[in-house]
């Protein structure tokens, strides 16, 4: 069990005194990583762990993320033997892409793909 704040954040699995500090990037919730995040870390075992107060931190920021989220749905359609999106006629405006100028793609795991513009 972890013991008061007042006496410090014990790991409940090594029973060893946690240290607060940031970790870098961590995803409260997939697709929504949040970057410089507050966190007690067991310095034996790495267990991370969260006080109510650093996770209600951290859902308002994923909350707020979520309310800023730019993207768009499209359907994936055939033309011959490939597959097609359709770029937004906005997306295009806030890009600058232009017909026929190439990108390219880069796959993400099995999570999808970033297009970027070529110069």
Same mark, same amino acid.
């Given at each position: 069990m972890v013991k008061g704040i007042e006496e410090g954040?014990?790991? %409940? +699995?090594?029973? *060893? +005194? @946690? +240290?607060l500090g940031v970790l870098p990037k961590y995803n409260y919730e997939d697709g929504y990583p949040l970057h410089n995040v507050k966190a007690y870390q067991c310095p034996r075992c790495n267990k991370i762990f969260f006080t109510e107060e650093?996770? =209600?931190? @951290? /859902? %308002?920021?994923?909350?707020?993320?979520?309310?800023?989220?730019? &993207?768009?749905?499209?359907? *994936?359609?055939? !033309? &011959?033997? !490939? $597959?097609m999106v359709g770029?937004?006629?906005?997306?295009? /405006? =806030? $890009? =600058?892409?232009?017909? &026929?100028?190439? *990108?390219?793609?880069?796959?993400?795991?099995k999570e999808g793909f970033i297009i970027k513009k070529t110069y």
């Open positions: 954040i014990f790991c %409940a +699995k090594c029973n *060893v +005194k @946690m +240290k650093q996770a =209600h931190e @951290m /859902e %308002a920021r994923t909350t707020e993320l979520k309310e800023h989220e730019f &993207g768009f749905e499209r359907t *994936v359609t055939l !033309s &011959g033997k !490939s $597959l770029i937004p006629a906005e997306l295009v /405006e =806030h $890009l =600058h892409i232009k017909k &026929g100028q190439k *990108v390219k793609i880069f796959p993400i795991a």
